[in-house]
Antibody
Framework: EVQMLESGGGLVQPGGSLRLSCAAS????????MTWVRQAPGKGLEWVSL???????YYADSVEGRFTISRDNSKNTVYLQMNSLRAGDTAIYYC?????????????WGQGTLVTVSS | DIQMTQSPSSVSASVGDRVTITCRAS??????LAWYHQKPGKAPTLLIS???SLQSGVPPRFSGSGSGTDFTLTISSLQSEDFGTYYC?????????FGQGTKVEIK
């Protein structure tokens, strides 16, 4: 069974940092692109970042230069390092697995981890 | 960036009704279009990829069509478990973008 389990969310002050982790299982992790999508309270889905199976990275303009995505294929884990956090980054952060390696659509999602940026 | 615009923003329909949701891209995305369903408090689930390919395990009452800039998600006979919010997403060019969502309520 394919599973993704996010962790690392919590309350952080503006300007602070957090590192989210997403531990994956049930598939050949190294063969799939992974992505992070967030959802602010009561709002829609916003794509945040993607890392290809080869390690190429992409970011939304809103997080470029502040967030860094990475992966450790030996641990089947993808990370999202978030620096210079702002109130607008408050959201549930989901990690998701590409449906067919690099199709750009996502067939398995974690349960999400809540990040709250507030003083 | 490619903007995705869904309509309507919300729809209220009865069990058995046919429901159609449209998604328009600000520029062509070929068939790089997916549809997701999200229930309150849950993660999204993938319904359709490639604009019209039904994901394994998704009931055949769901169908997708379109290419280029105009896309449609159709629920042929609405069921009670279909409530929630539906999102389209383009994967033609970065940054990936989602529509604002269409909330489906059961009368």
């Amino acid at each position: 069974e394919v599973q993704m389990l996010e962790s690392g969310g919590g309350l952080v002050q503006p300007g602070g940092s957090l590192r989210l982790s997403c531990a994956a299982s049930g598939f050949t992790f190294s063969s799939y692109a992974m992505t992070w999508v967030r959802q602010a309270p009561g709002k829609g889905l916003e794509w945040v970042s993607l890392i290809s199976h080869t390690g190429v990275t992409y970011y939304a303009d809103s997080v470029e230069g502040r967030f860094t995505i990475s992966r450790d294929n030996s641990k089947n884990t993808v990370y999202l390092q978030m620096n210079s956090l702002r109130a607008g980054d408050t959201a549930i952060y989901y990690c998701a697995k590409d449906a067919r390696g690099s199709s750009g659509c996502y067939d398995n999602w974690g349960q999400g981890t809540l990040v709250t940026v507030s003083s | 960036d490619i903007q995705m615009t869904q309509s309507p923003s919300s729809v209220s329909a009865s069990v058995g009704d046919r429901v159609t949701i449209t998604c328009r891209a600000s520029q062509g995305v070929d068939s790089w279009l997916a549809w997701y369903h999200q229930k309150p408090g849950k993660a999204p689930t993938l319904l359709i990829s490639g604009a019209s390919s039904l994901q394994s395990g998704v009931p055949p009452r769901f169908s997708g069509s379109g290419s280029g800039t105009d896309f449609t998600l159709t629920i042929s006979s609405l069921q009670s478990e279909d409530f929630g919010t539906y999102y389209c997403q383009q994967a033609k060019s970065f940054p990936w973008t989602f529509g604002q969502g269409t909330k489906v309520e059961i009368k």
